[in-house]
Nanobody
Framework: EVQLVESGGGSVQAGGSLRLSCSVS????????IGWFRQAPGKEREAVSS????????YYADSVKGRFSISSDNARNTVFLQMNNLRPEDTGVYYC???????????????????WGQGTQVTVSS
């Protein structure tokens, strides 16, 4: 059974930090890029960050560069998203996602997502 289990969401004030975790099972971790999408109320889902477990390459949306950091613990099949200096506009539901290695997170409309997590709420107050 494929599972992507997220944790670490919550409520913080602007300038605060949160660390999201995504633990995966049921498929080959090394064959997939694992990343995060987020969706704010009334807005489209957007790709935030991803990491390739094959070559270590990473992607960050411009809006989070310099504030968010993604990492992977291959021994635990877990991906982490460290979010620092959070802003109210970072508020939304964050979804862990798995896409076959080599897809372009820069063009998420062309990205094939095979698996989704259930989502975790992040709320940043001003």
């Amino acid at each position: 059974e494929v599972q992507l289990v997220e944790s670490g969401g919550g409520s913080v004030q602007a300038g605060g930090s949160l660390r999201l975790s995504c633990s995966v099972s049921g498929f080959s971790f090394d064959d997939y890029d694992i990343g995060w999408f987020r969706q704010a109320p009334g807005k489209e889902r957007e790709a935030v960050s991803s990491i390739s477990n094959s070559d270590g390459s990473v992607y960050y949306a411009d809006s989070v560069k310099g504030r968010f950091s993604i990492s992977s613990d291959n021994a635990r099949n877990t991906v982490f998203l460290q979010m620092n200096n959070l802003r109210p506009e970072d508020t939304g539901v964050y979804y862990c996602a798995a896409a076959p290695y080599g897809g372009s997170w820069y063009v998420p409309s062309n990205l094939r997502i095979d698996y989704w997590g259930q989502g975790t709420q992040v709320t940043v107050s001003s």
